[in-house]
C-alpha cells in the first residue's frame, strides 16, 4: 500500500472549525485518540474508517477526506461511541453536520427524497386522503369479522382527544393490518386518542439528511397540528 | 533413639526452626492468630533475622538432635535489616547442596520465605517440613550422642 | 421517529402545548395502573424473546427506564420466564445497523456488516422471537436475520400484547385467533 | 498568639495520618488520632503487595501501626469522628464523638472466641463484601487496636436485648459490655491535619463495565483482597464465579479516572498505572499452576515514578501484554468468561476472552469526607480534592489546619508519606514553642546491678483466659519449670499481662530478688515491651527476659493435641530458661544530639528545608556549590497551575539570608563527613569545620542537554532547538522573539526512557504542556505538535493535558523504533513523524522545536553518597531507606534527603519533599539525645582476622576496620543489631549482645534436651 | 636442551636475585628440593645469593600464598594491637606464584590479609604438579631413591627400580581439572600465558558422587574421612585458613567435639570445606599436606561448583570481583527454598 504522506505547513481544518461553531459541545479536540469509540463501534472498519480515525483527520485537517468518505452514511449516528467516550465526544453528531455540508445531489438518493416528501407531507408520498380511507377501511374489516371488537375506533382529527397518535407512514402504505393492535390495545385501555388527516407521519428522514431546517421544519408542523387539536399528549407508534 | 523412634508408631519429630523475628515468627504467630493447625514438632527459635542464621548453627541443630531444621526469613525484598535475607540466601543456598552432597537426606534442613501476612503458608511449611522429616525417621547422620 | 420529534421539539425550541411520550412507557404504565389486563398464559410452547433496544429511544431518548418498561411490559406479555436479556443492552445496546437513515441511503453491504454485531447478538440468546419497538429496527433486524440466516421471529410489541390482552376475563380472545 | 497548645488533631489513621502522628509524637507534641473505622491502617492495610519493590503491604505497614498504637504520646480514638473545630492557628477547640464499641479495649485480649461464638455472619467490608465477617469482628488480623468491635448494625443481641448474647457468655476476659454508648470529647489542639483518604471509585456507574452485573469483573481493590494471604481465598488467588484460579486475567485502566463523560472526574488517578503491573506481576507469581496470561489494556502507561518505568519494563519482559486499547463494553461468555473487542491503533478489531477482568478503578474523595470539608470550612477543588498550591502543597484554606494523602490529590504511598511528614513540619512549625509542654515520660527506677549474682529465674506461665489452658496443662508446665537450673520462682497466672499481675510480677521481682525472667504466654511481638517495662518498674535491666510463646505458636495451633502442645510448651519454657541464662544488662544505648542541621544544596529544596528548620530556633549550615542561592529552579518560568517561579524564589532566597539561625556558605562544598547520627562532623572546602545533628541532602539534579547522538534533534546545531528550560528562559524574559510564530513541535522523552537512561523524567509531559499553552495563549493561531510516547500528566495535571488539547494543541505519538526525524531544509526545521492512527507521515515545518530532555542526577552525587554512607539507584539518584514508608530517610541514621537528587519531581513535591526531611531531621534535633539499639554486635579482637567480611554484610555500615589495629569495629550507634556480621563472621570474633552464638546453641540445646 | 622447568628455574632465579640485589624486596618466597625425592621445601632467599637454591619443578604442591602474609610481617617493625599503622613503605617480598596461588592472594588481599602493593609476583602458568600417592602408586610403593624430570616424563629409579612414568598420569587432580593454569595478577611472568584450558568434565569427581543415592553418598563421605586423625595438616597447609582461634579448638562456643567421634570429624570437614566456599582456588595444598590420603578437596570442589552454577562466579579471579557469600543479586537463585518451590509443584 502507499504510505500517505500529509505535509502541514499548517492545519486548515476548515470542517472542524465549522462544526465546532455549530456544535459548542462537540469537543472534538479532547479527543485522546483511546479507541474507545472504534472497539466499540460496529460501523468499524467500513469504508477503512472508524471513529477515531474520523476525528483524527478533522483535528488534522485533512477536510477533503472527511467530504468524501461515505462513512458518514454507514454510521448510523447511534451515539454508543459517546455514551462510553472518556470525554464525552459525539461523533454522531459531527457525522450529522458532515451529512449536511455534503450537496443536496450528492447525498443518497432514497434518504433525501424520503425527507423531501416528509417537508411535502409525508415520507411515503401518499396522498392524506389515502391515509384516512385506509384507516376506515382497516377498521370497517375488524368490526366485521371480529365481533369482539365490533366498537374498536381509530378517530381522526377528533378535537379534545387525550392522546393524539402519530402514524409511521410504513403500516398503512405497506402492511396496513398491522395498524390493528395498536388501535385495540388503545381500545382495550380505555384510551381516547386521535390520528390527524395531516402531518400524521412520524417516520421523518429529515433527521438523518443533515438538514437542520427540513427537520425542524416537519417537527414544527406536526406541534402545530396536534396543539390544534389540542390533544394533551403526543405519542407516536414507538 | 533410632529403635525406640521406630517402636513408637506416632513419633514426633523435633525440628528446630529458627524465625527471622519481622517476618516469619510473626507469620507463625498469625497462623496461630488465625488457628491454623500444624503437627507439634517445631521448636522455634527466633533470631532477628535469617541473615543472623550461620551454617554453624545449622550444624549445631543437627548435632544436638534436631530430627530437621527449618530457616525462614523474609521474602527477598522485604528484609527489615535491608539485605539480611539476601546474604542469608546465599549461605543457605550452597550450604544446603554441601550438606546433601555428604549424604544429609534431603528434606532434613529446610528454608523458606514466610511474611507477616501468612499465616496459612506457615501452616502449610510446618507440614510440610514434618512430613518430610517424618518420611526420613529420625536424624542419625551428625547426631552427637551425649 | 420518536427521537426525531422529542429532539426536534428540544433542539430547535419548537413551542407545543402537549407533552411527548413513548407509547412502550404508556403500556407499562397501563399495565401496572391496571387499566391493560395482560396474561402470559397464552404461551404455553414457552417461545423464548428477546428484544432490541432501539438507539433513538433509549440511549438517546429516555434512558434505562423506558428499555427497562420496555422489558417489563414483554416478560409481562410472554411470561416472565421467556424472557432471555441481551448483552449489551438498554442504553449500551448495539444500533442494529438500520439508524441513521441507513436503510435508505443505499449502501447495504455496510449496512449488512454493521448489522452482522447485531446478529451475533440475537441469535446468541436462542430466541424465538425479537421484539423491536422502532420501524428503523424492525426492517433491519428482519433483513440482517434473513441475510444471516437467522431462525428468529422479528416482530412488534403490539402484536404480542394484543396476543395477550384479556378482555372479559379470558385470554388472548382480543387477538383474530 | 499567645503560647500555643503543644498537640495536634490528626483525622484519619491511614499511612498518611500514622506517619504525621509518628513524627509529631516522636519530636514532641501530643497527638490525638481520629480514625473512623475500629482499627487504623487504612487503605494500605487492605493492599497485598506494594510496588515497586513488591514489598508485602501488611508487613510493612504493621510495625507502624503497633508503634502508633503503643505510642505513649498518641491518642488512639477509633471509631470516631470529627463534629466540628472551632479555633485558630496554636489553638482549636475540637469536638469529636466515639462511637461504642461495645467491647472493652483494657480487658479484650483479642482471643477471637467471640467471633467464633457469634451466630451473625455479614459481609467483611474491609474484603470489600467478597468474604464473610461476623457481627463482631477484627477489622482484619493485624489491625490496631488489636481488639475486637461490635457491629451495632448486626449484632442480634443490640437488636434485640435478650436474644444471643452468645460473645458475652463465650468472653473469657469479660471484655463485652452491651451498655456502652457514644462518647463525646472535647479537645484543645494547636494544630489540625486532615489525612481522610479517598475511596476507591465505583465502577457500577459504568454499565459498560459489566460491574455488579457478571461476577468475574472485580474492582482493582476487589482484586488486591483476592491476592492477600488474609483475604476472603487466603491468598490462593480465585475468581468469585467459581472459586478457580483464573489463567487469563484482563485489567482495564482508566475506569474512574481521566473520564469527563460518566464518571466526571477529569483527573488522572496517578497510581492505577502502577498498581495494575504490579497485579499482573503479583498474580503471575502467584499463581499455583504458574501460567497466568496478563493483559493490561491502557491508554497512557503512566509509570512516571521512582523505579516505576523499571519495573515496566521488566514486566514486559515477563510477557504481561501490553494493550493500547481500550475496551468499550465487557461482554458475557461461556463458563463466566469474559469476552471484549477492541481496536488496536491501526483501528483492526480484535476479540480476547478472559477468565477474569480488573477494573483499575481511579481514586475519589468519599462524599462524608466532602461534607466533613464542608463542615469544616475546607475549600474543595472542582475535583472534590482539598484545595492546595504547588508553593503550599499541605495547606488548606483554613489557616491552622493541613493536609496530607490521597485527600489533596490522588498519590501513591511515597508521595503520602512524604506530605503526611511535610503536614506535621507545618504544625511543628507554628507549635514549636510549645514542644513537649504536652507530653508524657515515663519514669523508672534505677536498676540492680546482677553482674555478680548468679541467675535467679522467675518463670510466669499464663493461662490466656482459656486460650493456653484449655490446651496445655499450665500447672504441669510451671511445676517443670520449677525443676529448671536457676529458676527459683514459678507461677501460673490467669492474665499475665492483666494490671494486677503485672504489678504483682513487680513485687515477685523484687520480693524474690530475681535476676532473670520468663513469661510463657502469648507472642514477644506484642507483650514483650510490656514485660521488659516491668522488668524496669521492678529495678532490673531489661534485657534479662525471655517470652516462652506458648499460645500463638502452640496451644492456639495444637488444639486437637493437649499432651504433645504440654510438651512442646514445657520445652518452649526450658529453650527460654537456658536463653535467659545467658542474658546480661544492657545499656540503654543513645547518643547525645548536637542540635544543629547541615543542608546541602541550596536549591528549593535546600532553602525550604533549611528554613523549615530555622524557624523552629534549630541553627542551619546552608552549603551550596554555586556561588547564588536558587539552584535548579532559577530557571523555570511557573508551576503547572501558573504561579510564577522567580518571584517566589527571590522571596525564599531572601527569607533564607534574613535568617539568623541560617549561615549560608556559597560556593562551597562538602569533603569530609565523620560521625553519626546525633554527632556528624564536616568539614566544608572552605575550611570549616561543621558539627550537626542531622543532615539533609538536597543536591538537585540536571537537566540533560543532547549535544549529540541519537536524541540530538538538531540540537546546538539549528538556534530553533531549545530545551525545556531554554525555553523558559525566554518565557522569564518575556522574548517578543515567541510572538507571531506559525508553527512549534515539541518532543517529548527526550533522553528519558531510552536504554542508557530508563527512567520516567516524571515532570516533562506537564512542563512541556504548559509551555505549550503559554505558547498558543501567545500565539492563538499558532500550530502546536507535541510528539509524545505516553503523556503522564498524573494526577491534577491530567486537566492541563485537556486544556492543551481543547486549545487545539495536537499530539502525535511516536515509539522508539519510530522516532520522529528531524532536518533542515535552508536552515529551517523540517520534522517527519508517523501519526499511528491515521497511518500517515506528516512533515512538519516548525519555527521552535522544543526537546522535553531528561533529567538527569549529576555526576558528583555518588561521592557525596559515600561521605554519608547512602546508596544510589543504578540510575545514579540516591536511594532513600525504604521506597516505600522512608522515602526521605536515608538507610544512615539521621540524614535526609529531598528534591531532584532523589529522583526528577515538580517544585511542589519538591517543597513537599523538603519539608519532610525538615520534619524528619526534626526527630532528631528536638531531643537532647538519641536512643541507639541496645542488641548491638561486639567484636572479639583476639579472634578478628580483620578479613572484613563483616563490614561487606552491614546493611548500616556499622562495621568498620579499625584503621590502626586492623580489627573490626561495631559503632553502637549505627548498628541496629541483625546479626548479618555475626553469621558471616568464621572465626566468631563477632557476636550479637544477648543473641550470641552460645546463647543460641544453648537454646537449641535444651530444646532437644530429654527429659 | 633443558627442560621446561629448567628454563624456569633459570629464569627464576635470575629474577629473584635481581629483585634482591636491586632492592625491591626484602625476600624472595620460592621452592628449593630437599633430600627426600618428589618433596619440595618452601624457601625463602633473603640475600642475592640464595637466589641460586630456588628451584621450580612438578613437585612444588603446596600453595605458596600459605607463607605470604607472616613472611611479610615479619618485615613490620613489632607494635601493639591498636598502635598506629608504620608510616612510611614497608618492605616487600617477592613470589613465585601460579594460577591457583595467585587467585589464593587476590582473595587473601581482599580478605585484608595481605597488600597487593607489597609483593612482587612472578607468575608462571602452571603445567600442573606431581601427585607423590600417584608416584608411588604407579610404581606399587617401591622404594624410590630419585626421580629425573623430563617435560613429559618421569624417570623414577629405585633399588631394583627404573621406570619411565608418563608425567600428566601422575598429575594431581586438581591440576588435571584446572581450567585457569595462568596467575591473574602478576608484575612479571616466566614464559607465556597459555589460556584458560578447556576442560569438559572439571568436575567429574563431584558429579560422579552427586549422582549417588543419599545413603551412598554418607557412605562414601563417612568412609573418605574416617581415617581422619585430626591432625589438622589440611587446615594449616590452606592459605584461607589464617583465624587466629579455628572453630575446632575454640571452646567459646564450641561448635564440635575436640575428640575423633565420626560425628564430630564430620562437623570438622564440613566446616573446613564451608569455610572456604567461594574462596578456595583449589590449589590441592590440604590433599598434598594429608598424611592420611583423605580427598578433602572432592567437598570443596563441589563448593566451588555450586558456588559457579548458582553465583556464575570463581574465586579470587580479580580483586574487584566481591566474594560470593559477601556479596547477592537481587534475582539470585533460590529453587531450594520450600516456598519457592511450592509455587511450581502445586497442580
Known sequence: MQEKHIDLEKIRAAVKQKIEKAVPEANINYCLTCGLCASGCPATGLENMDPRKFLRLLVLGQDKEILETDWIYACTMCQRCRYACPMAIDVGRIVYEIRGMRPREERPKNLQRSCDLQRKNNSTGIPNEDFVWVVGDVLEEVRENEPQWKDLTAPIDKKGAEYYLNQNAKEPTVEPEEMVPLWKILHAAGIDWTYSSEWWDGANYCLFTGDPEDWEYTVRKQAEVVDSLGCRYYINTE | MNDKAKNQKDWEPKIIAFLCNWCSYAGADLAGVSRYQYPPSLRIVRVPCSGRVSANMILDALRSGADGVLVSGCHPGDCHYISGNYYARRRFAVLKNFLEFIGIEPGRVNFSWISASEGEQFAEVAKEVTSRVKKLGPARHLVKEF | MFYATLEGLRRFKIPHKFEFVSIISLYAQWIREGRLNVDSSWNSDGLKFTVQDPCKLVRQGLGDAVAEDLRYVIKKVAGEENFIDVWPRLSNNYCCGGGGGALQAGFVENRRKYGKLKFDQLAATGADVVITPCHNCHTQVLDICDFYGGKWKTTHLWNWLEKALIIDGSAGRAGKD | ?1011 | MPTKNESITQELRQKARHLLESGQVAAFLGYTSGSVPMVMKPFVARKPEDAERLEWNSFCVLNLANYLPPLLRSFEPPRRPNDPPPEGPLPKVGVAATGCWSRNMVVQVQENQMERERVVIIGISSRGMVDRKKVLNAVNHAEITSVKEEDNSLLVKGPGLEEEINRWDVIRDNCQTCVHPDPVIFDEMIGQLQGDRDIQDRFRQVEEIENLSAQDRWQWFTSEIDSCIRCYACRNACPLCYCPTCFVDDSRPQWVGKSREPVDTAIFHILRAYHCAGRCTDCGSCESACPMGIRMRILTKKLQKDVLDLYGTEAGMSIQQPLPLSTYKMDDPQDFVLTESFKGEKK
Open chain 4, 1 to 1011: 498568639m499567645s503560647t500555643p497548645k503543644g498537640s495536634v488533631l490528626i483525622v484519619g489513621g491511614g499511612i498518611a495520618g500514622v506517619q504525621a502522628a509518628l513524627d509529631l509524637a516522636d519530636s514532641g507534641f501530643y497527638v490525638h488520632l481520629v480514625e473512623k473505622s475500629s482499627a487504623i491502617g487504612g487503605s494500605m492495610s487492605q493492599l497485598d503487595k506494594t510496588f515497586p519493590t513488591n514489598d508485602c503491604s501488611a508487613c510493612i505497614l504493621s510495625p507502624k501501626l503497633v508503634e502508633c498504637g503503643r505510642h505513649l504520646n498518641i491518642n488512639l480514638l477509633t471509631l470516631s469522628e470529627v463534629l466540628s473545630i472551632e479555633g485558630e492557628p496554636g489553638s482549636f477547640r475540637v469536638k469529636v464523638r466515639e462511637n461504642p464499641r461495645y467491647v472493652d479495649v483494657d480487658k479484650c485480649i483479642a482471643c477471637g472466641s467471640c467471633a467464633e461464638k457469634c451466630p451473625k455472619k455479614v459481609p467483611n467490608e474491609f474484603d470489600l463484601g467478597l468474604g464473610k465477617r461476623k457481627a463482631i469482628y477484627l477489622r482484619y488480623p493485624q489491625a490496631v487496636p488489636l481488639k475486637y468491635a461490635i457491629d451495632p448494625e448486626h449484632c442480634i443481641y443490640l437488636k434485640k436485648p435478650g436474644r444471643c448474647g452468645f460473645c458475652e457468655k463465650v468472653c473469657p476476659a469479660d471484655a463485652i459490655n452491651f451498655k456502652d454508648t457514644a462518647r463525646e470529647h472535647d479537645l484543645h489542639v494547636g494544630s489540625v491535619i486532615l489525612a481522610l483518604g479517598f475511596r476507591p471509585f465505583d465502577p457500577s456507574r459504568l454499565d459498560f463495565t459489566g460491574y455488579g452485573q457478571f461476577k468475574n469483573v472485580v474492582t482493582s481493590m476487589e482484586f488486591e483482597r483476592l491476592l492477600s494471604p488474609s483475604g476472603p481465598c487466603l491468598g490462593h488467588m480465585e475468581r468469585p464465579s467459581d472459586h478457580q484460579e483464573p489463567r487469563k486475567i484482563a485489567w482495564l485502566q482508566c475506569i474512574g479516572s481521566r473520564d469527563i463523560n460518566k464518571a466526571c472526574h477529569g483527573y488522572c488517578s496517578s497510581v492505577c498505572c502502577m498498581y495494575a503491573i504490579k497485579q499482573a506481576v503479583i498474580a503471575k507469581e502467584h499463581s499455583e499452576s504458574g501460567d497466568v496470561d496478563a493483559t493490561i489494556f491502557f491508554m497512557d502507561m503512566r509509570t512516571h515514578g521512582k523505579g516505576f518505568e523499571a519495573y515496566y519494563n521488566r514486566a514486559r519482559d515477563e510477557g504481561i501484554d501490553f494493550k493500547r486499547a481500550r475496551v468499550h463494553t465487557i461482554l458475557p461468555a461461556a463458563n463466566d468468561n469474559l469476552k471484549v473487542r477492541f481496536a488496536g491503533e491501526d483501528g483492526k478489531i480484535a476479540e480476547d476472552e478472559f477468565d477474569l477482568v480488573v477494573l483499575s478503578v481511579g481514586l475519589e474523595t468519599d462524599p462524608q469526607v466532602m461534607r466533613l470539608a464542608h463542615e469544616l470550612g475546607i475549600e474543595l477543588d472542582s475535583d472534590s480534592f482539598a484545595a492546595t498550591s504547588c508553593f503550599r502543597p499541605v495547606e488548606t484554606s483554613r489557616k491552622g489546619i493541613f493536609v496530607c494523602g490521597a485527600l489533596a490529590e490522588p498519590k501513591d504511598i511515597p508521595q503520602s508519606v512524604m506530605e503526611a511528614s511535610a503536614a506535621a513540619l507545618e504544625a511543628e512549625r507554628i507549635l514549636h514553642p510549645a514542644r513537649w509542654t504536652e507530653t508524657r515520660k515515663k519514669e523508672f527506677p534505677p536498676e540492680r546491678d546482677v553482674h555478680a549474682e548468679p541467675p535467679r529465674i522467675g518463670v510466669f506461665v499464663c493461662s490466656c483466659g482459656i486460650n493456653i489452658a484449655s490446651v496445655v496443662d499450665v500447672q504441669a508446665v510451671t511445676d517443670y519449670a520449677w525443676t529448671l537450673p536457676g529458676v527459683v520462682f514459678a507461677q501460673n497466672n490467669l492474665f499475665t499481662c492483666s494490671q494486677d499481675t503485672i504489678n504483682q510480677m513487680a513485687e515477685i521481682i523484687k520480693r524474690e530478688r530475681l535476676n532473670r525472667v520468663v513469661v510463657a504466654s502469648c507472642t514477644p511481638r506484642t507483650h514483650e515491651p510490656l514485660f521488659q517495662e516491668t522488668l524496669r518498674e521492678a529495678g532490673i535491666n531489661k534485657f534479662l527476659f525471655e517470652m516462652a510463646n506458648i499460645r500463638d505458636q502452640d496451644s492456639w495451633v495444637h488444639q486437637d493435641e493437649p499432651d504433645a502442645a504440654t510438651l512442646k510448651a514445657k520445652d518452649l519454657v526450658r529453650m527460654a530458661v537456658a536463653k535467659v541464662r545467658g542474658d546480661e544488662p544492657l545499656p540503654y544505648n543513645s547518643v547525645p544530639v548536637t542540635k544543629s542541621a547541615l543542608v546541602i544544596g541550596a536549591g528549593v529544596a535546600g532553602l525550604t528545608a533549611a528554613l523549615s528548620l530555622a524557624d523552629q530556633g534549630f541553627p542551619v549550615t546552608l552549603v551550596e556549590r554555586k556561588d547564588r542561592l536558587g539552584g535548579h529552579a532559577r530557571k523555570f518560568f511557573r508551576t503547572w497551575q501558573g504561579q510564577e517561579v522567580q518571584s517566589y524564589l527571590q522571596e525564599l532566597a531572601g527569607m533564607v539570608e534574613a535568617n539568623a539561625n541560617i549561615d549560608v556558605h556559597l560556593g562551597t562544598t562538602v569533603e569530609d563527613v565523620s560521625g553519626s547520627v546525633g554527632q556528624f562532623r564536616t568539614m566544608l572546602s572552605d575550611g570549616t569545620e561543621v558539627k550537626h545533628g542531622a543532615a539533609i541532602v538536597a543536591v538537585g539534579a540536571e537537566s540533560f542537554k543532547p549535544r549529540q547522538g541519537r536524541w540530538n534533534y538538531l540540537y546546538g546545531k539549528n538556534p530553533n532547538v531549545h530545551t525545556l528550560l531554554e525555553l523558559d528562559q525566554r518565557f522569564i524574559k518575556d522574548d517578543p522573539g515567541l510572538k507571531g510564530l506559525n508553527q512549534a513541535v515539541f518532543i517529548h522523552c527526550v533522553g528519558s526512557r531510552v536504554p542508557e537512561r530508563p527512567y520516567c523524567s516524571r515532570v516533562c509531559c506537564t512542563h512541556a504542556i504548559d509551555q505549550a499553552i503559554h505558547l498558543k495563549e501567545m500565539n492563538p493561531d499558532m500550530d502546536i505538535f507535541m510528539l509524545y510516547r505516553d503523556i503522564r500528566t498524573y494526577g491534577k495535571r491530567e486537566h492541563l493535558y485537556q486544556k492543551a488539547r481543547s486549545l487545539g494543541i495536537v499530539f502525535i505519538r511516536y515509539d522508539l523504533d519510530n522516532l520522529p526525524r528531524v532536518s533542515e531544509t535552508s536552515g529551517r526545521l523540517v520534522v517527519e513523524v508517523k501519526d499511528p492512527i491515521i497511518d500517515a507521515e506528516v512533515t512538519l515545518h516548525p519555527d521552535l522545536l522544543i526537546l522535553a530532555s531528561a533529567v538527569r542526577p549529576r555526576d558528583d552525587v555518588g561521592e557525596l553518597s559515600k561521605l554519608f554512607k547512602c546508596a544510589m539507584t543504578s540510575d545514579g539518584f540516591l536511594l532513600e531507606a525504604h521506597m516505600k514508608l522512608r522515602p526521605v530517610d536515608f538507610a544512615t541514621d539521621g540524614v535526609y534527603l529531598a528534591g531532584l537528587c532523589h529522583y526528577p519531581k515538580p517544585v511542589e513535591e519538591t517543597i513537599a519533599q523538603a519539608k519532610a526531611a525538615a520534619s524528619r531531621a526534626g526527630l532528631v534535633l528536638s531531643r537532647d539525645a538519641v536512643p541507639a539499639e541496645s542488641i548491638t554486635a561486639v567484636v572479639n579482637a583476639q579472634k578478628c582476622t580483620g578479613c572484613s567480611v563483616c563490614t561487606k554484610v552491614c546493611a548500616y555500615h556499622a562495621v568498620n576496620m579499625d584503621a590502626n589495629s586492623q580489627k573490626a569495629v561495631v559503632d553502637t550507634g549505627l548498628c541496629k543489631g541483625c546479626g548479618a556480621c555475626v553469621a558471616g563472621c568464621r572465626s566468631d570474633a563477632i557476636t550479637l549482645k544477648n543473641l550470641g552464638n552460645e546463647q543460641i546453641m544453648a537454646a537449641v540445646e535444651a530444646a532437644m534436651e530429654d527429659f
